[in-house]
């Protein structure tokens, strides 16, 4: 059976017609992902601008254009997580010197539960991003974030416990 | 349980609106992807080139090592003695102080052209002038060392510029400015010829070479 060596594009072969058609219709959302996981703007910027290089490079590689969707949510997911990494590893040796727009910031409609998100994991945000914000189930949240389904059960499960934990102190 | 379920319909609808920001623009054009490898590339260079510089020391003092270890098992028999360069041609500083010191260069690139035999006379030359309280029973073996400004002593050592017999040294170089051998500019201390007796690897005598030319060398 023969099989498609995946490849890396470059210069003109990225087909930047198609990449435009994905920005338009999942920009927001994957920015709205990348925004939940690393907690800030400027670092929601830089992963879903790496994101879109990285899916660019690698377009040809997703066989079923019909889970383009999913395949970017995961590119996006695990770039956030990378920065998100950086930025922790950048923060223990630099202080930071001013603070970019903030979830609880950018949440306007509720900025108690945008800060009260800022208190769980990067993980623990990408799998209530994933679940809450882009309606996928947990088991699709495991494959596109690569750990088990059991793990995200947990992550999840803590989340709620932390929510629910923060906002009762916060609102009392 | 009423908690739960009014924390998730909170969260969904929530978490639907952070679904609907505005993204920002994104730039997935090659100028951009240029840059990007260009960097990447640089960050390849770098890590290649410090692993050539550590893999380089590490084989110098290695080979330091090794010509230490030889010497001291070899007390009795003196070592050969060979040319060792390091730089294909001589500052013409360093012609002017191999000069000073009577030590024969070619007239064409200025390096010292000596043959074992000459080398050989030199050390000893050198070695009578020593005083008695620091006399040495086997030829002496120099070395140029012209290190470049904030070298350290161990690094400048372990890459003479030219050297004979070298089997290595085990002294710190005396206190002193140490810079480039560049001629045009104030230097306080262009290089010196280092003496070392083996295989004792002693160092007894260094002719300090001042930089500027036609100054007499410094005997010491």
Not at chain 1, 46 to 51: E, L, P
Not at chain 1, 76 to 95: D, I, K
Not at chain 2, 124 to 145: G, H, I
Not at chain 2, 192 to 215: E, R, Y
Request: with cysteine; glycine share 8%; charged share 20%.
């Amino acid at each position: 059976m023969a099989t498609t060596v995946p490849h890396r594009l470059t210069g003109s072969q990225i087909p930047t017609d198609e990449v435009d058609v994905a920005l338009a219709e999942f920009g927001p959302e994957l920015f709205g992902l990348a925004l939940t996981i690393t907690g800030s703007t400027a670092d929601a910027e830089d992963a879903y601008q790496a994101a879109w290089m990285q899916a660019a490079t690698h377009w040809a590689e997703l066989r079923n254009p019909r889970k383009r969707r999913s395949w970017l949510a995961s590119v996006v997911a695990r770039s956030a997580l990378r920065t998100r990494r950086r930025r922790l590893t950048w923060a223990r040796r630099h202080p930071p010197i001013s603070e970019a727009q903030g979830l609880g910031a950018m949440m306007v409609w509720d900025p108690s539960l945008g800060t009260a998100l800022l208190e769980l994991t990067d993980r623990q945000r990408a799998v209530v991003a994933l679940h809450y914000g882009h309606g996928y189930s947990l088991d699709e949240t495991a494959e596109l974030l690569r750990c088990s389904k059991g793990t995200v059960r947990s992550h999840l499960a803590r989340s709620l416990t932390t929510l629910r934990r923060t906002l009762h102190d916060d609102e009392d | 349980m009423t908690k739960i379920e009014l924390d998730d319909e909170r969260l969904y609808q929530s978490m639907r609106r952070v679904m609907q920001l505005q993204p920002p623009p994104v730039d997935i054009s090659p100028d951009r992807r240029g840059r990007r490898l260009g960097s990447l590339a640089i960050g390849v260079l770098t890590a290649v080139g410090m692993a050539a510089v550590i893999t380089a020391s590490l084989l110098i003092h290695n080979q330091v090592t090794a010509r230490t270890q030889h010497a001291v098992h070899t007390a009795a028999t003196p070592m050969p003695i060979g040319v060792k360069k390091s730089s294909p041609t001589v500052p013409s500083w360093m012609a002017t102080c191999l000069s000073e010191a009577s030590i024969g260069t070619a007239a064409s690139t200025g390096e010292p052209s000596l043959t074992s035999d000459e080398v050989d006379a030199t050390a000893r030359r050198f070695n009578n002038e020593l005083p008695a309280s620091a006399p040495t029973t086997t030829p002496l073996y120099l070395q140029f060392v012209a290190p470049d400004p904030g070298t350290s002593e161990g690094d400048a050592l372990a890459s003479p510029v030219w050297a004979v017999g070298f089997s290595g040294l085990h002294r710190q170089m005396p206190g002193g400015l140490f810079t480039s051998g560049n001629s045009s500019s104030s230097i306080f201390m262009s290089g010196q010829i280092v003496f070392v007796s083996d295989p004792g690897n002693k160092w007894v005598l260094a002719l300090d070479c001042p930089s500027v030319p036609g100054s007499s060398a410094a005997v010491g």
